[in-house]
């Protein structure tokens, strides 16, 4: 698969993303749901998105399907001086392969926060604990993609692990777009049953089982949720958010507990799109900063201007 030429039409839509967070007093924005993968990853999961209409009964067409200097570029004129780049192990023996290039790339991409995986193996523990010592920042597993339990015993090992280094991990827990026996609350509240302490952040606000979410991040101190794609017109059309969560949503989000996260580059929409649905909840300017900046600098450590 080629690399598509830039389209005009969304730097154009993006060009109001600096905007956005200068008016908010901020240094920029951070996101911690951002994907850089080896080349031939990178491809697979593309042509994943292309067959997407038949898979999941929508169109998912990838409008940054550019070079991954093009996309680093695009990221620092919006102004995103934080974000990951999350690669995911859907089988055994890729994780650590996968680890040694997102951490290669991390190392020559300033702003980019060192990020790595996990798969249940035999060998997730040494790995993991590798990549913490190599100064792994955040972790990212695919519950629906990876085919696995959150509570399959290879991991509680890995889990222990996060938990004592305070090394976050996004997890892609919930059910959209297509649920598996292994996705939705009820898994996730299992794993943290063990381990309450976790260092969680569910990617997506868990959806579409959002209040149930909400439930686990006001119950357990360190799970946190991302706001991938949820608010934006496309992920609108199929499971909105439920208008009278938005007063807990507010006050998880002032607690920091709410993070900006968007799925660079695997959006079928510009950028610029969940700001926009971010600012559409009029949840205020306090709370704005927070997710798109206070919240991660806080779990992260950035500087807080």
Partial sequence: MSVEAVDPAIVAAD???????QQLGLPGLADVHVHFLPPRLRRRVWDYFDSAGPLVGLEWPIRYRWSDTERVGHLRRLGVRVFSALAYAHRPGMAEELNRWTLDFAGDTPGCLPSATFFPEP??????????DAGTRVFKVHLQVGGFAPTDPALEQVWGLLTEADVPVVVHAGHAPVGTAHTGPDPFAALLARHPRLP?????????????F???AERHERVRLDTTM???PFLDR????????LPRLRELGLAGKVLLGSDFPNI?????????????????????RTVCWQAAADLFGLPAR
């Fill in 123 to 132: 060998a997730a523990a040494r790995y993991v604990a590798e990549a913490i």
């Fill in 238 to 245: 199929f499971v909105p958010f439920p208008v009278d969560e």
């Fill in 200 to 212: 969680a952040i569910v990617a997506h606000l868990g959806a579409p089982d959002y209040s149930a």
């Fill in 230 to 232: 949820a608010f934006t």
């Fill in 214 to 216: 909400l439930d686990l």
């Fill in 268 to 288: 079928p929409y510009p950028y610029a799109d969940q700001l926009t649905g971010l600012a559409r909840l009029d949840l205020g300017d306090d709370w704005l």
């Fill in 15 to 21: 060009a109001a993303v600096p905007r956005f967070w």
